[in-house]
Nanobody
Framework: QVHLVESGGGLVQAGGSLRLSCAAS????????VGWFRQAPGKEREFVAA????????YYADSVKGRFTISRDNAKNTLYVQMSSLKPEDTAVYYC??????????????????WGQGTQVTVSS
């Protein structure tokens, strides 16, 4: 079993930055794909970014590419996403997710086994 706890959310003005963290317990990040998703009110959960265990390759949604950077610290069992140039449309609850290493597409939320409780990010205009 994996327990994930996100932190770092908050209120920020447009153009600002935030760094979200996701600490894992109960299982290490080894041999795991890790990712961030978000869900805005009235919308479906959407993919933000992920790191594939095999090859350590990072993937980003087009909407955040160039503004967000995902990283992982396997020694600390912690996942991060550095968010810059934030826009009001980035406002959402952000979730981290983990699954065993796979060749499945990273942006499919249903392919992840473990989820955090979410952290709210609000970007004011």
């Amino acid at each position: 079993q994996v327990h994930l706890v996100e932190s770092g959310g908050g209120l920020v003005q447009a153009g600002g930055s935030l760094r979200l963290s996701c600490a894992a317990s109960g299982r290490t990040f080894s041999n795991s794909d890790v990712g961030w998703f978000r869900q805005a009110p009235g919308k479906e959960r959407e993919f933000v970014a992920a790191i594939r265990w095999i090859g350590g390759i990072t993937y980003y949604a087009d909407s955040v590419k160039g503004r967000f950077t995902i990283s992982r610290d396997n020694a600390k069992n912690t996942l991060y996403v550095q968010m810059s140039s934030l826009k009001p449309e980035d406002t959402a609850v952000y979730y981290c997710a983990v699954r065993p290493a796979s060749v499945l597409r990273l942006e499919v939320a249903g392919s992840y086994n473990y989820w955090g409780q979410g952290t709210q990010v609000t970007v004011s205009s």
